[in-house]
């Protein structure tokens, strides 16, 4: 996500960090990158006025000029702009009932049905939430099977009743969760091509009958500046409380993000990364800023870790790193902890200096990963533990069994003997960081 708007303002942060002193001929040769960065990621161009000149009236300020670090404090300029337009704080979910409920709404497309999937499995894992997913897209052919699918996929309860009255399936739910227990309503509502009084007139008469605390917009990053116009068209009608933003792994320019919460004063809550069930994540503007100008993103990273990986098996992975037992048995178990985080290249990226190590770019074939698993899975168990003996025989041998080259075998031998390698100088104190 925002690749390119991220490559072209770190060449404009790493240009004015180069400068020795901050001047207005330099700050506008800077600014001028970045407005043209903003505008090719289909930014407001209103947007990307007021974010310009809030940048240069910060940056010639008598603090920046007399700082012995200007280049430092322009980056910091840019990135706190950024975050302002990003929307500033975090945005919780307004939890008030008892159970809470939340609508979700938006165009037909826009990934309504797998988001609020989505959101019930965050709400579960991370929240450690009760959900009661409810199915009132009575009008859109199969909406209630694909629901009920997703549901079971994950194991959440949809409501239904089938193409009964949306209001009425939406009040009966409230009352089955309030009997079960349920923390969260969720609802799923119609969408149409655009938007229209009947549609309208629907979701207003749900959010009457039982006062939703939350009425989220999803809308399809890919439509750029045009979101929007969707979302003043929903909030006319609606009091919607804030955005998810779903295909944000897609080759989006980012304008949308960008220009939303200026524009609209709608905040977004929640941003859709991948297909995957796991593939929501609440949107952070200081994290996603951070992203953007190359900083980084660790704390995603861990809470994401957090989620997925086994505590104990990883820290037991980490002392034998550490203290230089790694076998291959471990290395297997750490791959199979590190692909339930997603794909590596998107990790990679949220490391501070990735680009600078030449990392940004890595993508990683999960074949590959598969068939580092085939080549360890052919070894002995003795073999996986005691890697010293892979002599020519062995190796001939394991190749056969992963239908893998010698050559493969060699070369992941390698990588993991380096591996312990590093982790032994990180150990001693004698590892230099490459930034």
Avoid: W
């Avoid at 310009?52 to 980056?75: C, D, H, Y």
């Amino acid at each position: 996500m925002f690749e390119n708007l991220g490559d072209r303002l770190q060449s404009a942060m790493d240009k004015i960090k180069g400068y020795g002193k901050i001047t207005e001929d330099n700050i506008n040769e800077v600014t001028r990158e970045i407005r043209l960065a903003l505008l090719e990621a289909d930014v407001n161009y209103k947007v990307v006025k007021e974010f310009i000149n809030n940048v240069k009236e910060k940056a010639l300020g008598e603090e920046v000029v007399k700082s012995l670090k200007p280049g430092e404090q322009f980056v910091k300029i840019v990135k706190d702009e950024l975050v302002e337009l990003l929307g500033g704080d975090t945005k919780d979910l307004n939890v008030i009932g008892n159970p809470a409920t939340l609508m979700m709404v938006g165009l037909q497309g826009s990934g309504k049905t797998t988001t609020i999937a989505k959101l019930a499995n965050l709400l579960r894992k991370k929240y450690h939430k009760k959900p009661l997913l409810v199915a009132c897209d009575v009008y859109r052919p199969a909406a209630i099977d694909q629901l009920k699918q997703l549901g079971k996929e994950l194991n959440i309860e949809v409501y239904d009743e089938g193409n009964n009255n949306p209001v009425e399936i939406s009040k009966n739910a409230i009352n089955y969760a309030k009997e079960n227990k349920y923390d969260y309503v969720l609802i799923d509502t119609a969408g149409r091509l655009h938007i229209d009084e009947q549609l309208m007139d629907e979701l207003k008469n749900i959010n009457a009958a039982i006062n939703v605390d939350e009425i989220l917009l999803v809308v399809d990053s890919m439509v750029g500046q045009d979101a929007v116009n969707v979302i003043e068209g929903f909030n006319s009608k609606l009091p919607l409380t804030g955005a998810i933003l779903t295909k944000m792994d897609g080759d989006t320019r980012g304008g949308a993000a960008l220009s939303i919460r200026h524009l609209t004063n709608i905040p977004i809550k929640f941003i859709g990364t991948s297909e995957k069930m796991n593939g929501l994540e609440v949107f952070h503007p200081e994290r996603m800023a951070s992203r953007i100008l190359g900083m980084g993103d660790l704390m995603s990273m861990i809470e994401r870790a957090e989620e997925v990986i086994d505590e104990k098996e990883a820290m037991e992975s980490a002392k034998k790193l550490q203290a230089g037992k790694f076998d291959f048995e471990d290395f297997l178990g750490y791959m199979k902890q590190i692909k339930k985080l997603g794909p590596l290249e998107n990790l990679i990226k949220m490391i501070p200096g990735a680009k600078k190590m030449g990392l940004n770019n890595i993508k990683v074939d999960p074949k590959d990963m598969a068939h580092i698993e085939a080549i360890i899975l052919s070894m002995t168990p003795y073999e996986r533990r005691h890697p010293e003996v892979l002599k020519a025989s062995r190796k001939r041998r394991i190749a056969a069994g992963s239908a893998r080259s010698v050559e493969e075998v060699n070369r992941l031998i390698k990588q993991f003997e380096q591996m312990k390698k590093m982790m032994k100088q990180m150990r001693n104190g004698n590892f230099k960081m490459p930034f």
